[in-house]
């Protein structure tokens, strides 16, 4: 997942997101954000004959989709019912952050590479999203945003350089 590596050193660029210093070493991150076990992210890389596996969170396929630029199909959840993302063309769906500087604030787990995890989800609408975020600790509230798909993929361009 995004926290195992961006743990290096990290600076806030001009528009205050969190960007690698280094320039990250792709097949170790899309090694990272691959789980060997299912996930609520069933990825299907549309553009290469159809690989199956699953991610840890929302971001990390939208990571996954920005490294390789292939097409992919992510089963998971919008309000408890099965959905289907495609990424990068459906634009109408909204996607939880957390800034990797809060990481460290969330609640720890074991269920998953980095506590951001739980947190970085796809959702079908800002209002679901709201719902969504109102049922969290108060505390873990304030570090959760929410950004549309197009927004999310720019910054993830940004995290890993491209904007640089």
Request: glycine content about 4%; overall charge negative; some cysteine.
């Amino acid at each position: 997942m995004l926290g195992v590596y961006v743990t290096r050193t990290m600076r806030t660029s001009k528009d205050n997101v969190d960007v690698l210093d280094v320039a990250a070493d792709k097949r170790r991150i899309l090694d990272q954000i691959i789980s060997a076990e299912p996930t609520d992210f069933k990825v299907t890389a549309e553009t290469t004959g159809g690989k199956v596996f699953y991610v840890y969170c929302a971001f990390d396929a939208i990571v996954y989709h920005m490294l390789t630029k292939e097409s992919i199909r992510v089963e998971t959840f919008l309000r408890d019912k099965k959905a289907v993302i495609r990424i990068p063309s459906d634009k109408e769906v909204y996607v939880s952050f957390v800034q990797p500087s809060y990481w460290h604030t969330l609640p720890a787990t074991s269920e998953t590479p980095s506590p951001a995890c739980r947190f970085l989800k796809f959702f079908g609408s800002q209002r679901e999203f709201d719902d969504w975020k109102s049922t969290l600790e108060t505390s873990t509230q304030v570090f959760v945003e929410v950004m549309n798909m197009e927004d999310a993929m720019h910054l993830v361009d940004k995290v890993f350089g491209g904007d640089r």
